[in-house]
């Protein structure tokens, strides 16, 4: 703690006094200007930790105050203390605490325990609260909030910065709702330094230039995570008690691995991050990916954190190199992507931090479009691009701070205004770029029949609410009634997504319908993609999206019901009667028609991005269905060029290049389908760890066997003798072809979909094409063959590639 410059006749006692007042200030966070305001208690009364609280009643902060003083009727376990939880303040009209406080930033704690004080229904208490002109909640629900979240309380924290040396906290009951009040437990001010002036923020997606945010700026807490650690309590924060939760619930995937510091190591603040920042026990804890370096380029450590769609948000990073051997520059070296896109490249913990032990972070601001919840994703991989002596991530903490004030739900200021003055010289930039998409958005809704615009599912940052005219939107309570309530017996599929039910609607048309799990990791994001997907593109071979439901924070969509469930389920592990070899070619032909019309078929060409059996659906005739698209991107304009964007997919299907290099393309679908080649071929999973080494991967196991000419002993002996050798040519050089390393390699889904069907041609009249085909199939030159025209170079018929190929061009009518 630094003291100020002091007489040279101070004595030395006096000296001792003050350090020792500083001291305890520091470790008791008693410092000039702490507010402690226990809501509806006439005495003091100490919290668990010891810390003192005044009642209201009485109090120099309500000099007329009004309300009701009232007690809990009940103590739930899990209330972390008595104080300030089970007295509340409720008002039934506005009411004004005023706080005279010293001018500069402060941490505001507004504790709320939802439960029933005395004759008010604790579902009535809609309100909001403001700090002067500065809206912090607006509509707010405690009871609401707490149910969403299975939380028996709950503490708002709000960084302000008060400038006028009064801080005025006005609780409003709705104007919106009858019979509503206000209520607050528990009222706590802090004094802090300005934690939020940082030397290098950045606003991920919109260009370089530094953000900088307005001193009245309010920052809300949203989530404060010791990562790779565990809980950190308020009084174990370093001076300001702030609470630190563990990481653990949020990880997504591979969780990486979770260490604690060398014991020999000290960790050192350096003069950019002060030793206010974040407690040591947050930079003493990391989590990193591991030591396997080939595992870790085949998987990025990932976190979902959801948040209030429709708001600015600041992230911070915090990092320190806490494990011997990590010493110098170039070491681990890797990439942050946030919503998908890249927040940072190159980044070196030693490089920012100085040395090992040595304490950074780094800011980084996202907006988010839209209504209700969405998904913040922050994944970390190693960036090769600087050869770095370990292939490895490593983050010790985060926090995410909401700016209320630029919500478009909150405030009737838009984030274009909310960002005046923020931006310095940027600030002009930033709005014509915000302007003119919002005018390039209404010009293409204009020109469609469906709200929705494909092309910018690549933006997380412009979510917004799922609407769609095309598709019906159900309430709640119909989809209970189709459900049964969402009877455990109609389960028909369990997912990451959640459980998907069989039910009916309209009087017996029966449907599928996928319920959101609340505590699924997966979110608004891709339920907003599936639905725009599918109601932008029909066609036969895609999953038809019949309506959806979001009404009580409810993510539900309904489809289609197909009555044969998965590709999957009549492989393996199924107690599903075989499929025939033909059944197995028609189903693979009609995924592969359905991938085909989304690379090729729309403006913009969509890749799936999550191929595999179980997102290939069967109906009532086993016609194949593509499903699933919430992973789903728009893809550039020309084929063969490719994105950049954090992995996803599933493991066993993903392309090798798209792991290496973050490089998306069509041909990423390609080797996923030709991977579910070989799975309907051998009728066995993609990943098997049971198997000895060389034959855990299908994939790999597969090309092994294709090379030495034994691929027909690996074959589904269920089908093995029905296969012709012609067909079974032709069907293992085009799967070979897809699960190329490089994707320039790899055959278009045109090109896959046109062999598939000269397969079910020769295996369907093998004979008719036995004296053409012997020796010609097997060579036949797939990179010669088009999507667009017949191959002149094949050595079928031409009579039947132009009846092939007129299938594929009018593929509805098919």
Known sequence: MVLPTLPVTLTFLTLLALFSIAKAADKNSTASGLILLNCGASTQDNDDSGRTWDGDTGSKFAPLLEGVAANASYQDPSLPSRVPCMTARIFTSNYTYSFPVSAGRMFLRLYFYPIAYENYVVSDAFFGVTAGNLVLLNGFSAWQTAQATSSAYLVREFSVNVSLGSLDLTFAPSADQNGSYAFVNGIEIVPTPDIFTTYDTRFVGIGTTPFSFAADTVFQTMYRLNVGGEAISPTNDSGFYRSWAEDSPYIFGDSGISFSKDSNLTITYTP?????????????????????????????????????????????????????????????????????????????????????????????????????????????????????????????????????????????????????????????????????????RRKKVKKSSCKTDYGHLNRHTEQRKPTCDLVRHFSFAEIQVATKDFDGALIIGRGGFGNVYSGDIDGGTKVAIKRCNQKS???????????????????????????????????????????????????????????????????????????????????????????????????????????????????????NTHMSTAVKGTFGYLDPEYF?????????????????????????????????????SLRDWALSCQKRGVLKEIVDPRVKEEITPECFRIFAEIAEKCVADRSIDRPSMGDVLWNLEVALQLQQDSASYNSNCTEGASSLQISAVHSDKPSANSTISVSAQKAIFSDIAHAEGR
């Open 272 to 440: 950019a991050v002060p030793n206010y920042t974040a407690p040591i026990d947050v930079y003493g804890t990391a989590r990193s990916m591991g030591s396997n370096a080939q595992a870790n380029l085949n998987y990025n450590l990932k976190w979902i954190l959801p948040v209030d769609a429709g708001f600015i948000y600041l992230l911070r990073f915090h990092f320190c190199e806490i494990k011997y051997p990590f010493t110098k520059i170039n070491q681990r070296s890797f990439f942050i992507y946030i919503n998908d896109q890249t927040a940072q490249r190159n980044m070196d913990v030693i490089g920012w931090s100085g040395g090992i032990g040595r304490t950074t972070y780094r800011d980084y601001v996202i907006s988010t479009i839209g209504s209700g919840q969405v998904d913040v994703w922050i994944e970390l991989q190693p960036d090769l691009s600087s050869n770095p002596e370990y292939s490895d991530a490593i983050l010790n903490g985060l926090e995410i701070f909401k700016l209320p004030g630029s919500g478009t739900n909150e405030s009737k200021v838009d984030m274009r205004a909310a960002l005046i003055g923020t931006i310095g010289g940027f600030s002009l930039m930033l709005i014509a770029i915000l302007s003119t998409h919002v005018i390039c």
């Open 521 to 639: 990791q997966q979110g608004f994001h891709e339920f907003q993609t599936e639905i725009e997907m599918l109601c932008n593109f029909r066609h036969r071979h895609l999953v038809s999206l019949i309506g959806y439901c979001e009404e009580k924070n409810e993510m539900i969509l309904v489809y289609d019901y197909m009555a044969h469930g998965t590709l999957r389920e009549h492989l393996y592990n199924t107690r599903n009667p075989p499929l025939s070899w033909q059944q197995r070619l028609e189903i693979c032909i009609g995924a592969a028609r359905g991938l085909h019309y989304l690379h090729t078929g729309v403006e913009l060409g969509i890749i799936h991005r999550d191929v595999k059996s179980t997102n290939i659906l069967l109906d009532d005739r086993f016609m194949a269905k593509v499903s699933d698209f919430g992973l789903s991107k728009a893809s550039p304009d020309i084929d």
């Open 660 to 696: 290496r290099l973050q490089r998306l393309t069509k041909k990423s679908d390609v080797y996923s389908f030709g991977v579910v080649l070989f799975e309907t071929l051998c009728a066995r999973p993609v990943i098997n760890t049971e198997l000895p080494d060389e034959q855990v």
